[in-house]
């Protein structure tokens, strides 16, 4: 398994951070494991979209991917793999799971983003030393480039 915790303090209100993440057609901006955008749709605090990820570093081709997004009492965003019967394929590969939080702090929020997974055992060879070398400095552009964007618009 693999998992990822990052953390930074943004001079932005919790909430703002939130709200950037749940605008997933904004957020693709500073993500770059979020590749090309087919649908999303917000009903109250539950986003789901259709896209195809981009793991770092893994050269491969993945299957078109469908993601929910919920808000959690205002104070994180779980994300998940859209239920059965979408993302079949996705789901013999492994497991994925993502958190988003934060909390109000001196000078704003300090922000949280985690991200795992877990490789069934016949992939885990393939995609886990690559994502080891790679994946921590994703996540950590991702905030740099969300901080960047929240504070750039105060």
């Known amino acids: 398994m693999i998992e990822v915790t990052e953390r930074e303090t943004i001079a932005c209100e919790p909430r703002d951070w939130l709200e950037f993440v749940l605008d997933v057609e904004r957020y693709a901006e500073v993500d770059d494991k979020i590749g090309p955008i087919r649908w999303s749709r917000r009903r109250g605090d539950v986003v789901e979209f259709k896209f195809r990820p981009r793991l770092p570093g893994v050269r491969l081709p993945e299957p078109c991917t469908t993601s929910r997004m919920r808000l959690v009492a205002g104070e994180r965003i779980d994300v998940r793999l859209a239920p059965l019967p979408r993302n079949a394929l996705n789901r013999c590969a492994g497991l994925f799971r993502a958190r988003f939080s934060a909390v109000a ?37 991702e905030l740099a480039l969300a901080k960047r964007i929240l504070e750039d618009r105060r």
Request: aromatic share 8%; net charge positive.
């Open 105 to 141: 702090v001196d000078g704003g929020a300090e922000v949280t983003r985690m991200i795992s997974f877990r490789f069934n055992p016949l992939l885990r060879g393939l995609f886990e030393p690559t994502l080891r070398r790679t994946l921590p400095a994703s996540v950590r552009r």
